[in-house]
T-cell receptor, first 114, second 110 residues
Framework: TQLLKQSPQFLSIQEGENLTVYCNSS?????LQWYRQEPGEGPVLLVT?????EVKKLKRLTFQFGDARKDSSLHITAAQPGDTGLYLC??????????????FGQGTILTVHP | NAGVTQTPKFQVLKTGQSMTLQCAQD?????MSWYRQDPGMGLRLIHY???????DQGEVPNGYNVSRSTTEDFPLRLLSAAPSQTSVYFC?????????FGPGTRLTVL
């Protein structure tokens, strides 16, 4: 079983601060995804990173895939209350019959106070 | 285009009862999955399907059955509910590894 560990599990910050969430594994993934989930709803895909060392930006969010494709980070610049939610990383197993089969981290609950 | 729909939204069962969680998608996706979400544990895969008539087990399949008779529908059956199955259940359909999730069913087993 491939495991993904996210840190921190909880993050409470003030509006305007920067933050980074980490997603680590001892296993290699063919790609890695980040999802955001709001209370009472299902997760929504933010980004997919595929290449080792890849960096993707989505407005104030920056996603990075580690060179060895075992870890990833999500950095938010100047956080806003609207960023509040549960952030989940999910790894896609390399090759084979694992299409659509993700391994999720345990999630990071982010609260941004006005 | 409704995306992925799940019913019911909330359900309370007694230990030993059976029920079916319904999931439907209108995006013509071949791949569908069921996950359960528990505090501090992210989402764990229960069962998945790569197309009509084909299903396979995920990480935590015990106590759950699935079938896939059509592309659109992927119901999850609890045969004899146990308190350990208290959780939030999400159905998802996939296109090119992008998962589209339903709104979830919150299940409590007493």
């Amino acid at each position: 079983t491939q495991l993904l560990k996210q840190s921190p599990q909880f993050l409470s910050i003030q509006e305007g601060e920067n933050l980074t969430v980490y997603c680590n594994s001892s296993s290699v993934f063919s790609s890695l995804q980040w999802y955001r989930q709001e209370p009472g709803e299902g997760p929504v895909l933010l980004v997919t990173v595929v290449t080792g060392g890849e960096v993707k930006k989505l407005k104030r969010l920056t996603f990075q895939f580690g060179d060895a494709r075992k870890d990833s980070s999500l950095h938010i610049t100047a956080a806003q209350p609207g960023d509040t939610g549960l952030y989940l990383c999910a790894g896609i197993n390399a090759g084979g019959t694992s299409y659509g089969k993700l391994t999720f981290g345990q999630g990071t609950i982010l609260t941004v106070h006005p | 285009n409704a995306g992925v729909t799940q019913t019911p939204k909330f359900q309370v069962l007694k230990t030993g009862q059976s029920m079916t969680l319904q999931c439907a998608q209108d995006m013509n996706h071949e791949y569908m999955s069921w996950y359960r979400q528990d505090p501090g544990m992210g989402l764990r895969l229960i069962h998945y399907s790569v197309g009509a008539g084909i299903t396979d087990q995920g990480e935590v399949p015990n106590g759950y059955n699935v079938s896939r008779s059509t592309t659109e529908d992927f119901p999850l059956r609890l045969l004899s509910a146990a308190p350990s199955q208290t959780s939030v259940y999400f159905c998802a359909s996939s296109r090119y590894n992008e998962q589209f999730f339903g709104p979830g069913t919150r299940l409590t087993v007493l």
